[in-house]
């Protein structure tokens, strides 16, 4: 039986896939990419690779890397492999357990994650990674310290009747789903996640920050592609959004009110995309600051 508990309930594989493509492109890998340590040739796996967007810009970035993503959603993984033959990138993919990998003993040189040590226990999530590295090897953990962002954009409904329908979607909703992939249970404080690098036999622990820019449309640098693709990931998560929630709690909007939200949220977002065509200069702007945790395997 197929597990897209997460990709049809949580966050889809083509948001995802949108989402970390913006913040982590080319233009700006000179910000992120060094916090990976990834050598040219090196074997890595990502864990919790959703539908491959951030492995597959490693590997464009640093094609001789062998890569390797694993994630518990086969609905992720499909849409990974898809995107790689899509893209022409040999990169594998494997349906796993992060808890249980299905890996030999000292087979990575790097292993890495986006946003996952929050969702799992962190000792076996860790242990497993110091199993699968070969000695000399690094774990590299990321973390968004959404505390320490800042998002001045419009990125939550603000008509009236669209949040009101929007919210009435919503309360609808119980959050069961998220009780059961454990959504943000085990999330950690920025020394925490040394200490449990430390515990689980990790060497050279080390904790870094960098910060992206995943959003500044009005930006004399943003080239208009960008900033027009910036614009609608903002439509693609609320349409999302409403879409998950409509899934989980049937009948809570009847046709009509769910037909309207989405027209609702269209036309704020076809708004926005015409105040930058037009040159009006709105300023929102959105950072990411992501806690980069790593450690080594003696």
């Not at 992120?32 to 990834?38: A, K, S, V």
């Not at 299905?102 to 292993?111: E, L, M, Q």
């Not at 996952?116 to 000792?123: I, K, L, R």
């Not at 040394?194 to 990790?202: D, W, Y």
């Amino acid at each position: 039986m197929l597990n897209t508990l997460w990709s049809e309930h949580i966050q889809s594989s083509h948001e995802l896939y949108v989402s970390r493509s913006l913040r982590f492109r080319e233009d700006n890998a000179d910000i992120w990419l060094p916090f990976l340590h990834i050598g040219e040739r090196a074997k890595i796996l990502e864990l919790g690779c959703a539908g491959g967007a951030l492995l597959h810009r490693v590997k464009q970035l640093v094609p001789g890397v062998n890569a390797v993503g694993l994630d518990r959603d086969d609905g992720h993984i499909e849409y990974a492999m898809a995107k790689s033959a899509e893209l022409g990138l040999e990169c594998e993919f494997i349906a796993g357990d992060a808890l249980s990998l299905p890996f030999a003993d000292g087979s990575f040189d790097v292993t890495f994650s986006h946003t996952v040590t929050g969702h799992v226990p962190m000792q076996a999530f860790l242990s497993e990674q110091l199993r699968v590295l070969k000695p000399g090897g690094r774990a590299v953990v990321w973390s968004v310290r959404t505390k320490l962002n800042l998002n001045t954009g419009d990125r939550e409904p603000v008509s009236g009747n669209e949040k009101r329908l929007f919210d009435k979607l919503w309360d609808a909703v119980n959050d069961g789903v998220e009780k059961e992939l454990h959504v943000g249970e085990y999330e950690l404080s920025e020394r925490g996640y040394a200490t449990e690098l430390e515990a689980a036999g990790f060497s050279e622990v080390e904790l870094q920050f960098f910060t992206i820019i995943p959003y500044a449309p009005d930006n004399a640098g943003t080239p208009a592609e960008l900033a027009e693709a910036q614009i609608n990931e903002g439509r693609l998560a609320a349409l999302s959004s409403v879409s998950k929630a409509a899934r989980r709690a049937p009948g809570a909007l009847s046709p009509a009110e769910l037909a309207e939200l989405e027209l609702l949220i269209n036309e704020r977002y076809d708004a926005r995309l015409t105040q930058y065509r037009r040159g009006e200069k709105l300023w929102d702007i959105a950072t990411s600051t992501v806690l980069s945790a790593t450690g080594g395997k003696r």
